[in-house]
């Protein structure tokens, strides 16, 4: 009786995979010329990519590279005016290419270096990167860029963002304490506090926590009022 059922289910798979190969045939007979295009189109998309990597972003990123150079050399010798007219070349001519968005990074310095901020704002939005150290360094610069503009609210709210970009311990501390003072510029004292105390809690040991405990106890005293 089992070997019976039990041939009885093989014949129904074999049936069954019989019936589905007959319906795909079915399929590819009737829409062939269709199938047959998007095979061509994924196979041509694929060797498209590669193509387009090969022959022209690595060049691309060669000649952006050795562009770039005499900026960072210029920028080094605080050649402002100069070197940021290679990074705006560089930015608008290899824009696709790791270097060029490094450009714009550049360039947002050196526009806060001629206090040009909202120029500064400009290139730091079009740069980006996932850099653990350089990422809250763009964020927090855009910070030091909108409080130049009287912009607190935003410089604050960019600052606890840069804060909270990276747990690294060389950037994190500075810009927690940079939000503090502009939350008290603004009044905005809990929030103040919010920031010092959070400072204190997760970088007791930076230069900026030394003397924290006074900035808490005024951002207090200011929200007790």
Do not use: W
């Amino acid at each position: 009786m089992e070997n019976k059922e039990e041939k009885n289910t093989g014949l129904d798979l074999d049936s069954a995979l019989i019936e589905t190969t007959s319906k795909v045939e079915t399929i590819y007979s009737t829409y062939k010329k269709q199938i047959n295009m998007g095979i061509l189109i994924a196979l041509l998309a694929v060797a498209g990519y590669f193509g387009f990597t090969k022959l022209y972003l690595e060049p691309q990123e060669k000649e952006a590279q050795a562009a770039i150079f005499p900026g960072q050399s210029l920028f080094e010798k605080d050649s402002i005016d100069a070197a940021l007219a290679i990074f705006e070349s560089v930015a608008n001519d290899y824009s696709l290419t790791k270097a060029g968005n490094l450009s714009h990074y550049y360039a947002g310095v050196c526009y806060m270096r001629k206090g040009e901020f909202q120029n500064a704002i400009d290139q730091l939005d079009k740069f980006s990167t996932d850099n653990e150290l350089v990422a809250p360094l763009a964020i927090g610069l855009k910070g030091d860029a909108y409080v130049e503009l009287n912009d607190l609210s935003k410089g604050a709210s960019l600052y606890m963002k840069a804060a909270n970009a990276s747990k690294n311990k060389l950037t994190a501390p500075i810009f927690l304490k940079k939000a503090g003072l502009a939350y008290e510029e603004m009044k905005e004292f809990n929030e103040a506090a919010s920031a010092y105390e959070k400072l204190k809690k997760e970088y007791a040991d930076a230069q900026e926590a030394q003397d924290i405990d006074k900035y808490i106890a005024r951002a207090q005293a200011g929200s007790a009022e």
